[in-house]
């Protein structure tokens, strides 16, 4: 680990914010579509899988060095 | 004081834990104006008052210290019998303590037994109230499933599990004593329960009436929470241990098959035992927080209880039961001296096991009112596990048919296991199926099987285990004689007892009454009979058990020549377990097979072979 | 005990051990929330009042999903020996935490009136956001005890377990919330 790869590492998270903001604002919309419930699910599952894998690290239990 | 100073330390901050955390909180709310409901009272102070205990008994001492950035306290990892009350973090001391603790509340649980036997001995009431015996009821099944639940997994389980991969200790050794130190609390809020009325709702605590019924209720809820954290805790433990500390060599297809099926009942445990706990807190929020739950009178559904109550209670009784299967196969595979027939079919067996209980939870309530349309399916799944059970037994059959039986006591209990669990198995059918269950629901047909299952299926291979691994755990040999008198009579008076039942409930005998009509006084006398010789027989397992680790001749290290990794280190193993890890080069049961070896040991060994 | 482990580091396989012991226990946790969501289906489905402060709950969503960034941050920090940024961002994620606190308490304040908890809408909204709320609180602790430590000097690069550990619960917190909001403020 480089501290100079700091930067970049903080850029991710920021990216992954971003594209949870989006989706929590597309949850808002996907309320009132058909299917409303199937939707709100999918976006949960995928919101899940960012934070999963960028901000919890889920593939370090398979390779450790990350 | 050097052996009773954690207990009896445990035991007062507990005391000061219940008393702020219940009675003085109330006190102060009540005196700023608030309500603080007696229930609320109740389940405050049992949570601060496990709290307390556990830091007195040295959590605080061995752990939590570090968390606040002070010098962590220990005591002499070996210190004679001292260990075994205080909060130690050997497998070994942990195994021995789930075993002794939950052999405790087997006997209180089967006298609790005797009590209602004698009290259905006769029609009408001899010796308890109507009341008295619902009490006596709903103490006796939860008891036992805390039994059932914790004495293989706890007990046999953290002794052999490790020694078994060639671990010098669990994965995380102080959450291991944490789970075990969780357990005395539970037996002690059970038991207390019946200060403040006891409850009269079984162990499966039914709304609407675990809802409106006698405090005693709450402290049966915290109990069963707390248990169940300690069984979550315990559950990742295994996983942890097994998944991440197996020795060089260990793949996972030379595991022994009782680490196998730890491995599973872990993996069931660890997920669905948070419905269980979420179901009761509901009940429990319905009644501290004036919750709409399950209450009737606001508009509850106590249907949805039942739902969210089997899903994890179906699976519990495999949970119960596949580590049972492990054991009971491991001792006839060393016994009929020839390798486990079917090993992968019978590890398929196990993870399909898994898979299919957490979608059968609903054969339990089809006369409860649940939607028609789960039915069929529920009827389909349940009838499905009999597929990897049915292999489980062939294992059991192949084996037993390839091999030259050696009739030794736990050959003796693991053979008794085959013939309880195939009259369990079967009888299962019957409540599977919609059309006959709707008839034999809540009848002691129901009684007969599920005793069948749990105490003929799963008690008998603990009883197994326990003879085959009491040389290893204890350094001493038990009497041959009486474990074969414990053997011939537990297995006639269990029989005596549950198969009658069967005919009981076909005749309209309903669990869960005190009384019952004349017609069929009879065959209750006959059951009650057999069930005090049943729990007689005990006795004789009781003085073998105390004796024999008082006053027993040494045992070798490996005295039934076995091939896995527990038998190649002295009886008692020594601290930390091996002096090396041992290199694991082959099956785990290598039988008739000349030359073929299972682990070499590094050369400081313990091995007597 | 093992040296190591008395010396407050941890070996590479018990690091890994310890990850997999609290994603475990991170999965046992969900299966809880999971019950208490399922009730709410059960008892009463999507049905959902109109009272419910909406402008709120987005609100503290959107908090408790900026906490996690700078929990990421905080971690991310230490692991690169940045110690200030460590801290800062730790802090950042208490006071974050300490605002959604104070969000779900208006908004319990509001819930009281319009749906009490022995209405069947209530009874979900308040153990729901009750047993959220109570997780919140007991990371919020951890954190400001990662952040004590942290300011004494403890962990740095390659030694920060208990950070990266209550970072991960931490995260485990919003995910949670990520499938009650939509539960409780979306649906119907
Ligand atoms: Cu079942």
Redesign the pocket.
Known sequence: MRPDRLPEKLSVGGRVFGALGVLTAVEWFAARWPGALLWLTLIALGKTALIAEYFMHYSQLVRPEE | MRVTGPVLKGLLYGAVGYVLGGPVLAAVVRAAGGSFPFDLELAAGSVLGTVGWLAGVGMWDVWARGWFGLPLRSWPEDDGVARYFRFTTDHKVIGIQYLVTFLGLLFLGGALAMLMRWELMRPGMQLLTLNGFNQVMSLHGIIMIAVAVAILLGGLGNYCVPLMIGAHDMAFPRVNALSYWLTPPVAVMLLASLLVGGWDSGWTAYPPLSTVNAPGQVLMIVAVVIFGLSSILGGINFLVTIARMRAPGMTWGRLPIFVWSVFAASLLSFVVTQYLAASLLMVLLDRVAGMSYFHFARGGTPVVYQQLF?FY??PA?YIMIVPAFGAALEVITHFARTPLYAYRWVVGAFLGIVGLSTI??A??NFTSGMPDWMHAPMLAT?EAISVPTGLVFLSALGTLLRGRLWLRTPMLFALAWVWNFLIGGITGIFNADVATDLHLHDTYFVVAHFHYTIMGGEIFALLAAVYYWYPKITGRMYDERLGRLHFWWSFLAFNATFLPMFWAGLHGMNRRIADYPAALGSVNLWTSLAAFLLGASFLVFLYNFVVSWVRGPRAEANPWQASTLEWQVPSPPPVENFPAPPAVVGAPYVYGMPGVRHAVLGAAGGSER | MHPAEAAGRLSAHELQNARLGLWLFIVSEAALFSAFIAARYLNLGTSRPEELNQLLGLGITGVLLLSSLTAYRAETCIAHGDRPGFLRNVLWTVLLAGVFLVGVVVEWGEGFHYFPPSTRYGTSFFSLTGLHGLHVLSGAVLLLGIYLHGRRGRYGPGEYWPVEGVVKYWHFVDVAWVFIYPTLYLVG
Do not use: A
């Open positions: 089997w209670s179906h009784v059968v939870w054969h339990h349940t």
